[in-house]
């Protein structure tokens, strides 16, 4: 017993690291978030109202708690523009991470079935990217979609068209974008899981009589869900925020729920709008993640 | 074989030879002049064999001789590079795996994890295309054969070692494969209990005809339970032969010190005294080994004694019973003892520097036939004990 609790001590002080973590960087920053989503905007600094005052005493403070309001939920609500972003984004990242599970898993199982020395390769080849700054792989595209840019040029070059073709501002040229930036987080986690089946139980499947596509489907595939959802979740979540993607290959006319906030908190200076939008976009993602954290908890259960 | 030289004055003939005898006289598996190389390892050197119906073979070797890739090439892992795969006649050589009527029991049971036991014992019946309700009754009668009764719904992870195993090998059963294959079904499982598994193996073998064919390293393993043991090194098969035959009459010095311990003394062939062969070795003198062989004199040999055949006295068998051929002596120093319970082994040293093993059963309680280190003592062994084997 003794020995036990000189080594689980440290090991539980620990395990409070990432609480005290989330507790400073994410609960007390949301906490102040929730509190501006449930103020007005005030042309003034902080341009939103009431402002805690503690210097005002009890009764200010009262009076500030009462001044908070649900008002900017119901105008999120009752207003199309702030629907359609939210629409919109759930659209582009439900067919995005769609299209990246597609690419992806066909690459994460031929770099799983590599020899070993040459998977390191292919995982070097997967990261590589990330050596060049995100916007200016972006910035890239933007060369390579322009009128006169590289792809246009190909394709006149191979008669395959007339006339340029308008990739630019349009939701092919965002698509486009998306994929290849977060293709490596759809790969990384799939290959992690597809390289762990043992090749003996898809030998096993062949020697009870399933042909190979057959030993894919029923132990390949089965076997690498845990994969998928992690691959999904990572690409998923952080493509319905996406800003920068849309805001520079994708056209105007359309917004996704992170340009809107961009646009509410940094063009129209309506903190507490885009405080709103904000919160709810979180309330959002929380039901993907809490359905994927019950499926691990109901896969550990079963263990 | 016979049956081709009969056959081949009268090739000509337009009516062929009715094959009713050759198929009678068929193995159910015959493995003909199979080679397989990875790279320039020959893994497998043109190996040739053949397994009745019903037999419990064993494949012995040590690690890298080719047992393993002789088994997966007959169930189809691996192709051959030659050579024919001969199953009931036909050569399934370049059959997929999945479509030969072998299955295979895998070293670390290879379950599938995301599957139930009962669904891991079903998969290879569902794929066979087999009725539900047949399935159904097959899955209960091989969870009764192996006594997984309770158990159906359990996920390997759930499972100890030993149930693990029964699994997998009611998983290989269920299809009622024409041969088994076995790749060191025991490994994973601690002494005690590979010991019971040995027995249990054996039974349902008998019970149920069907064709064993193991992969082991572990002699005894293989000893225990096959009928026959065929012993790989190299890519070759240096001896096929019952375990008796095996211990008893190693075919070469390589046998005879892979399977079980051995005292082996070098020497040359002398010229004949009666029925026994002469050998004059280094170590331990003159030699008297009854032979069936009859070596070529002059020719260098070994003498093979296994450690249970060398007894120990103080003065030796009285010499007027016998004569001298009929007894091997040597005298030396017991330099080593060590009681293992059921015997004890004596280390010899003999007079000419070389260490003499020998074993000798504990059948007193008490110690009065010990013997301790520094004792002079007579080891004594008769021609029959002796293999006498070319180098």
């Known amino acids: 017993m003794s020995a036990r609790r000189i080594f689980a001590r440290p090991a539980r002080r620990a395990a409070i690291a990432p609480y005290v973590w989330m507790a400073l960087f994410f609960l007390v920053p949301f906490i102040f978030v929730v509190k501006i989503s449930l103020s007005q905007t005030a042309i003034a600094q902080p341009p939103y109202t009431p402002v805690f005052d503690l210097t005002g005493g009890v009764g200010a403070i009262k009076a500030a708690f009462a001044a908070l309001s649900l008002d900017n939920f119901k105008l999120l609500l009752s207003d199309d523009l702030y629907v359609f972003s939210y629409l919109r984004s759930l659209l582009v990242a439900v067919v995005s991470t769609s299209i990246l599970l597609l690419i992806g898993y066909p690459i994460a199982y031929g770099m799983a079935r590599l020899p070993a020395r040459w998977q390191s390769v292919a995982m070097m080849l997967v990261i590589v990217p990330f050596w060049t700054s995100f916007l200016i792989r972006i910035y890239a595209w933007i060369n390579i979609l322009q009128h006169d840019g590289l792809l246009n040029q190909i394709l006149l070059a191979l008669h395959l068209v007339s006339t340029p073709v308008v990739w630019l501002s349009t939701d092919s040229a965002m698509y486009l974008g998306i994929v290849y930036s977060y293709l490596p987080f759809m790969i990384l986690p799939l290959y992690a899981t597809l390289a762990k089946i043992d090749p003996a139980l898809l030998e096993a499947a062949n020697d009870l009589g399933s042909s190979p596509r057959q030993a894919f489907w029923l132990v390949t595939f089965p076997l690498s869900l845990p994969g998928v959802g992690a691959g999904v979740l990572l690409c998923f979540i952080p493509i319905v925020g996406e800003f920068v993607i849309p805001d520079l290959l994708a056209g105007s006319d359309s917004l996704m729920i992170g340009q809107t906030l961009w646009l509410e908190f940094f063009t129209n200076k309506d903190w507490p709008v885009a405080s709103s939008a904000a919160v709810v976009l979180l309330l959002l993602l929380l039901a993907p993640l809490l359905l994927y954290d019950r499926l691990q908890r109901r896969q550990l259960e079963a263990r | ?391």
């Not at chain 2, 590079?81 to 399934?92: A, N, Q, V």
């Open chain 2, 1 to 391: 074989m016979s049956e081709d030289a009969a056959t081949a004055p009268i090739a000509d003939s337009p009516k062929p030879e009715p094959q009713t005898a050759v198929v009678a006289d068929m193995p159910l598996l015959r493995i003909d002049a199979v080679a397989k190389k990875f790279g320039t390892f020959r893994a497998v050197d043109k190996l040739s064999l053949d397994i009745r119906a019903g037999e419990f073979f064993a494949l012995l070797g040590p690690s890298g001789c080719g047992k393993t890739t002789l088994l997966r090439m007959l169930a189809g892992f691996e192709t051959p590079d030659e050579g024919r795969i001969l199953l009931d006649g036909k050569d399934i050589a370049q059959v997929l795996p999945h479509q030969r009527p072998v299955n295979m029991m895998f070293q670390n049971y290879a379950l599938f994890p995301h599957l139930s036991v009962r669904d891991n014992i079903a998969f290879g019946l569902k794929r066979a295309g087999m009725p539900r309700s047949d399935i159904d009754t097959r899955v209960a009668e091989m969870v009764a054969l192996v006594k997984l009764d309770g158990l159906e719904k359990r996920k390997p992870d759930q499972l100890s070692g030993g149930q693990k195993q029964r699994v997998a090998l009611a998983r290989s059963l269920a299809r009622r494969p024409q041969v088994l294959l076995l790749d060191e079904p025991l490994a994973a499982l601690d002494k005690k209990l590979r010991e019971s598994t040995q027995l249990e193996l054996m039974e349902l073998q008998r019970r149920l005809g069907m064709t064993f064919i193991i992969v082991t390293h572990d002699q005894e393993e293989a000893m225990t339970m096959a009928s026959r043991i065929g012993v790989m090194d190299a890519g070759r098969l240096e001896q096929v032969a019952t375990p008796r035959e095996l211990y008893e009459a190693p075919a070469s010095r390589w046998i005879a010190e892979f399977v079980g311990e051995v005292n082996l003394f070098d020497g040359q062939v002398e010229p004949h005294e009666g029925n026994r062969v002469v050998v004059a070795t280094r170590d331990a003198g003159t030699i008297f080994a009854a032979e069936p062989r009859d070596p070529v004199t002059k020719a260098t040999v070994c003498v093979a004694i296994r450690p249970e055949k060398i007894k120990l006295s103080r003065r030796g068998p009285a010499s007027d019973v016998v004569n001298a051929h009929a007894i091997n002596r040597l005298e030396g120093v017991v330099s080593d003892v060590s009681y293992l319970g059921g015997f004890t082994t004596y280390k010899v040293k003999l007079d000419s520097g070389a260490v003499l093993r020998s074993s000798m059963a504990n059948t007193a309680r008490l110690d009065i036939d010990a013997y301790s280190a520094g004792q002079r003592v007579m080891a004594w062994f008769t021609p029959d004990d002796c293999v006498v084997l070319e180098q």
